[in-house]
């Protein structure tokens, strides 16, 4: 029933379970158990959320945008394809302080002006992709 799902989304039920367990939740189970397992401390889990057959492009979004996922993750969203054709999380990942430099680094010239102009002054990202950002800004290359 709806309530034995609440209570599998409730993040000590869910820290709790054998990794086995979490790993099946992660492929199969709600929206709410994938946002809670993404940031899993195993990395087999949280890269098993990435492989469920029901995970949609607005939760792929989501997940570029938590600065609480480990490198491993974004690093595996930044490198799919379908899911780099997205705009939002091509921005968002951009814009995460815990995207790889290289990756972020890659996706700023897809950025459009506005958000390359908030990057170059964000002082969360890593140097690198501020400063790269402050220079497409500034020629307006496009």
Not at 1 to 11: F, I, T, W
Not at 17 to 30: E, F, N, Q, T, W
Request: aromatic share 4%.
């Amino acid at each position: 029933g709806e309530n034995e799902d609440e209570k599998e989304a409730d993040p000590h039920v869910l820290s709790s379970l054998p990794i086995i367990d979490r790993m099946k939740l992660a492929m199969r189970g709600s929206r709410e158990q994938r946002s809670q397992l993404i940031r899993d401390s195993n990395k087999l889990v949280a890269v098993a959320v990435l492989s469920s057959p029901k995970l949609n492009e607005s939760e792929v979004e989501n997940f570029a945008r938590m600065a609480n996922l480990t490198e491993d993750v974004l690093r595996i969203i930044g490198s799919n394809r379908a899911w780099v054709k997205n705009y939002n999380v091509v921005s968002a990942l951009t814009k995460n302080p815990k995207t790889p430099t290289a990756m972020a680094m890659n996706f700023l010239q897809r950025l459009n002006e506005r958000d390359l102009k908030r990057l170059a002054t964000d002082r969360n990202v890593a140097e690198p992709v501020r400063l790269a950002a402050r220079k497409f800004a500034s020629k307006g290359l496009r």
